[in-house]
C-alpha cells in the first residue's frame, strides 16, 4: 500500500538480541531525512523522561527478581507514555516514525520467552498502544544463530538483565519473531542480517518501496548508495548516504 507522502508513517524493527538493528535504524533515516522527510528515531522501552527511566529499571541486572508479570507491565507503561507524547503526535503532523522494537517484542520475550498468555499481552498491547499497529515492520534475523547474535550485543558493555536470560529463552524468543512473521507477512517483512551492512540495508530498502517509491529506483539506490556502511566503523559511524540530485523530493 502506497502512503500519500505527507501524511505520518510508523515503521518498526524488530528481531532479537544483536540483530543490527540500530545500524540500519540510523541510515534509513539519514536517506529519509535527505529527500525532505522529517523522521523521528526511537526506541522501545524508552523515548521519553518516563520511558528512559523505566528502560532503566527493567534492564538493571540488579533487578534479577522481577517477575514475568512486572516485567510486562512496565514494558506496556512505557510504550503508553511513548505512544501519547510522541509517536501519535509525529504521525498527526506527517512524520516518519522509525521505533527499534514496538509489540511485536512484547509477543516475542513475555509470551514466547517468559510464558505469559499470549489473549492477555495482546490485550495489554493495545490498551497501550490504543490499537497504533506499525505500517510495516522489519524483522531481522541473526543468520549465524541465537549464540552469535547475544555474542555481537553483548560485547561491548556486557550483558543486560534480558541479555542474561539465556541462550534457551532467545531461541524461543526468535522463533516467536518468525512466527510472527509467518502469520503477519503483508507488515512484517524478514530481512537477514549475515551479509555485509550494505546488501542488508538493500534489502530494507526493498521491502520499503510500497511506501517509499524511490527506493525502487537503482539510479538512486544503487551500490554506491550503500557503500557506506561498510567502511570501517569510524569513517561510517553517521551513516549518511550520499547525496543525490532531486534530493529534496518525495517519492
Given at each position: 500500500?502506497?502512503?500519500?507522502?505527507?501524511?505520518?508513517?510508523?515503521?518498526?524493527?524488530?528481531?532479537?538480541?544483536?540483530?543490527?538493528?540500530?545500524?540500519?535504524i540510523r541510515f534509513l533515516a539519514e536517506a529519509l531525512r535527505a529527500r525532505g522527510r522529517e523522521c523521528v528515531c526511537l526506541r522501545e522501552p524508552g523515548g521519553t523522561p518516563i520511558g528512559e527511566a523505566l528502560r532503566a529499571l527493567v534492564l538493571d541486572p540488579a533487578n534479577a527478581e522481577m517477575t514475568p508479570e512486572t516485567e510486562l507491565l512496565v514494558y506496556e507503561a512505557a510504550r503508553a507514555q511513548i505512544v501519547a507524547?510522541?509517536?501519535?503526535?509525529?504521525?498527526?503532523?506527517?512524520?516518519?516514525?522509525?521505533?527499534?522494537?514496538?509489540?511485536?517484542s512484547t509477543l516475542a520475550y513475555q509470551v514466547h520467552g517468559r510464558g505469559l498468555p499470549r489473549a492477555f499481552v495482546e490485550q495489554a498491547n493495545a490498551f497501550s498502544t490504543g490499537g497504533l499497529v506499525p505500517d510495516r515492520t522489519i524483522l531481522l534475523v541473526c543468520g549465524a544463530g541465537t549464540r552469535a547474535g547475544l555474542a555481537r550485543a553483548t560485547r561491548r558493555a556486557g550483558a543486560d538483565r534480558l541479555e542474561q536470560a539465556g541462550e534457551d529463552f532467545h531461541a524461543r524468543v526468535n522463533e516467536g519473531f518468525l512466527e510472527l512473521a509467518e502469520a503477519d507477512p503483508a507488515r512484517i517483512r524478514v530481512v537477514v542480517s549475515d551479509a555485509r551492512k550494505s546488501v542488508t540495508s538493500a534489502t530494507v530498502f526493498q521491502e520499503l518501496t510500497d511506501l517509499f517509491p524511490w527506493m525502487a529506483d537503482a539510479s538512486v539506490c544503487d551500490e554506491d548508495f550503500f557503500a557506506p556502511l561498510d567502511?570501517?566503523?569510524a569513517a561510517a559511524a553517521s551513516c549518511a548516504p550520499p547525496a543525490r540530485a532531486g534530493a529534496a523530493s518525495e517519492g
Open positions: 500500500m502506497t502512503r500519500d507522502a505527507d501524511r505520518g508513517i510508523f515503521i518498526t524493527f524488530e528481531g532479537g538480541e544483536g540483530a543490527g538493528k540500530t545500524t540500519h507524547q510522541v509517536v501519535r503526535p509525529a504521525l498527526e503532523r506527517g512524520a516518519v516514525v522509525l521505533c527499534d522494537r514496538f509489540t511485536d567502511a570501517p566503523r
